[in-house]
């Protein structure tokens, strides 16, 4: 059971759906439920049957050295629970102790039917909104009482969204190295392996670089000698296309990302000397700062611009959809709410024209994936799913973990997101802190300067 705020005097006893004197919110001492709950939190209504939350917790767990964070909602119906993603690695404390102190008391002793009325009620309680600690910690509520959702019915959640509307889900996964040479080995056997989609990155000079190892002392008469500069980058990015289209063909679709890095206009220079290559997408183009440019950014980019992954709102999608910013969405169902908002996100997508490229790497849980998987597979607006290949470790500690086989995902066919917690196994990978700050704390050019990680 939850803990209970030190208070004076017993709590007295209320009824799930009996409802909460307005006079009695004066005192304090009386606002707690036998169960822990928070009574004036419950609905004016009642419910058909008595199943209610009895327990939500988080759990911190890292496999394979990544922090992530799962909400585990335990009910009155012994051995009915649902396991939600609400991985923020780089402020993983921050999320558990929101969901347990903050979040969880809201939703105990509430019907884990009413999915939409809660997660309305977790959103507005904090006053200040959003954000992806309290987002993330309110995500996993919200996907975890999907999974109990899906159990109850005897459906996998997928089903509950409206069914397939294809197969299975194609995804793409990285290819990396020091040098464009060995980036594109790892690409040739990414494609011997079925896939069709690789994103490619390679290394630069000094240790900044980002999804590929750098080279020591890359500028060595600099302030910061292993410094990042973008010109460098500006002028070799192209030639890893290049060399890439020579080498694969033209029957792989090709990503590259750029991790924030760059201005607006600089953007704009990389996109048009990328045009003859015909990549897929080019990503997260420029810093959160400067989204109120992707508009004209996108206008003047050739090649579709994918954004969104450090997207910590629903209303900040929104106007990326809305207003042009973006081709290809990138957020995932655990940085903006949950399923319940991602949902109504992607069918946005679709009357606009707009297509999902859901962010989904190792840092986030097995159970994030399988939330991303039944948007995928159902929904229209789908263009691209980012994979990841877990170590045996995360597949011990989730059992069900999804598999990529032949370039393609395909959601589980059991009840919720047919995916398990073994706590005694994540007990036996404890997370680590500020492994991204001892990294991003280093990314800086070769003036000295940081830059966005």
């Known amino acids: 059971m939850p803990s209970i705020p030190p208070h004076s005097g017993m709590s007295e006893r209320i009824e799930p759906d009996r409802p909460l004197d307005p006079d009695r919110l004066s005192d304090p001492d009386r606002l ?6 928070l009574p004036q939190a419950r609905p004016p209504w009642t419910h058909r049957d008595g199943l209610r939350i009895t327990r939500v917790r ?3 767990t890292a496999p394979e050295g990544t922090p992530l964070v799962v909400v585990r909602v335990d009910t009155s119906d012994d ?10 690695t780089q402020r993983y404390a921050a999320v558990a102790a929101a969901v347990d102190e903050h979040v969880g008391p809201l939703a105990v002793g509430r019907h884990p039917a009413d999915i939409e009325d809660i997660t309305r009620l977790v959103h507005y309680s904090s006053y200040w909104r ?4 309290l987002n993330n910690a309110l995500s996993g509520l919200d996907q975890a009482l999907w999974d109990i959702a899906g159990k109850r019915a005897g459906l996998p959640v997928h089903e509950l969204l409206g069914g397939r509307c294809r197969a299975a889900v194609e995804v793409y996964s990285h290819a990396a190295g020091p040098t464009i040479g060995e980036t594109l080995d790892r690409a040739e056997q ?3 392996a079925g896939y069709r989609n690789v994103r490619l990155q390679t290394g630069q000079p000094g240790l900044g670089a980002y999804g590929a190892p750098g080279t020591g002392n890359g500028y060595p008469r600099s302030p910061h000698p292993d410094g990042w500069d973008p010109e460098r980058y500006l002028r070799s990015t192209p030639a890893l296309f290049a060399a890439a289209r020579g080498r694969l063909g033209d029957d792989v679709n090709l990503m590259h990302d750029v991790h924030s890095r760059l201005t607006p206009k600089q953007a704009v220079v990389l996109a048009r000397a990328l045009e003859p290559y015909g990549l897929s997408f080019l990503e997260d183009v420029v810093a959160p700062e400067f989204y109120d440019h992707l508009p004209a950014v996108r206008a003047a980019s050739p090649v579709p611009v994918a954004v969104g992954e450090q997207l910590g709102s629903v209303p900040d999608a929104v106007r990326l959809v809305r207003d042009g910013g973006v081709d290809l969405l ?7 709410g949950g399923l319940t908002p991602t949902r109504k996100l992607v069918a946005l997508c679709e009357l606009l024209g707009v297509r999902t490229a859901f962010h989904s790497p190792g840092d986030i849980s097995p159970v994030g994936v399988a939330a991303n998987l039944a948007v995928d597979i159902s929904s229209p607006a789908f263009g691209f799913q980012e994979s990841h290949d877990y170590n045996e470790a995360t597949h011990e500690v989730f059992p069900g973990t999804p598999v990529v086989a032949d370039g393609h995902l395909r959601p589980s066919e059991e009840p919720g997101w047919g995916i398990a917690l073994d706590e005694k196994a994540a007990g036996r990978f404890p997370p680590v802190k500020f492994l991204h700050e001892r990294w991003s704390a280093q990314v800086r050019r070769p003036d000295g300067a940081l830059e966005a990680p």
């Open 330 to 336: 990138r957020l995932h169902t655990s940085s903006v």
């Open 130 to 133: 959003n954000g992806p600690v």
């Open 32 to 37: 707690l439920g036998p169960d822990g709950g």
């Open 190 to 192: 990414l494609i011997e």
């Open 79 to 88: 051995g009915l629970y649902g396991l939600g993603c609400a991985t923020f």
């Open 58 to 60: 988080a759990v911190v």
